[in-house]
């Protein structure tokens, strides 16, 4: 009986294989999988706002700034109320590359807010430290590869600096 019970575990996993319920893992972070379909929504148009957050690098503070401190405590704020055609593919392909490694909580000057289009609901936040190579994908902490920042600034407008 124990055979028999192995034999159409076996079959069930194979066909589960073959018809695509359980594929290959990923090799993306979890970050980068919502990166990605980040990516997805701004290109399909599906993404209305852009607000970028920022609390100056130079300012001291007494203690770590987190996504939800500069979330209510920012001091510069520049909204992008309608994403036009080359900011889409151009975002669209940086966020499409991003590489994202775990991370640790880091201090945080700069958040990167998208929202829906349809019921202006945040669709996901990307902080950043002071440098831009470590932040936090939603609360998901992470290092990011070299110049996202500066790449993804440039691909959300070519004169914001």
Not at 20 to 31: I, M
Not at 89 to 96: E, Q, R
Request: hydrophobic content about 45%.
């Amino acid at each position: 009986m124990t055979n028999d019970l192995c034999n159409i575990l076996l079959r069930v996993a194979f066909a589960a294989v073959v018809c695509g319920v359980v594929g290959a893992p990923s090799d993306n972070t979890p970050a980068e999988e919502q990166l990605k379909a980040l990516a997805t929504e701004v290109q399909a148009g599906r993404v209305g706002t852009v607000e970028i957050l920022q609390i100056p690098p130079s300012l001291l503070t007494r203690s770590a700034v987190t996504p939800q401190i500069l979330d209510r405590s920012w001091h510069y704020r520049f909204t992008i109320r309608h994403l036009s055609d080359p900011r889409i593919s151009n975002t669209s392909a940086v966020l499409k590359t991003a590489k994202c490694l775990p991370g640790v909580n880091s201090d945080v000057r700069w958040g990167v807010i998208f929202y829906s289009l349809a019921d202006g609901k945040r669709i996901l936040a990307i902080y950043f430290d002071r440098t831009g190579r470590t932040g936090a994908v939603d609360e998901v902490w992470v290092s990011f590869g070299e110049n996202f920042l500066a790449r993804l600034k440039a691909a959300l407008s070519p004169s914001f600096e």
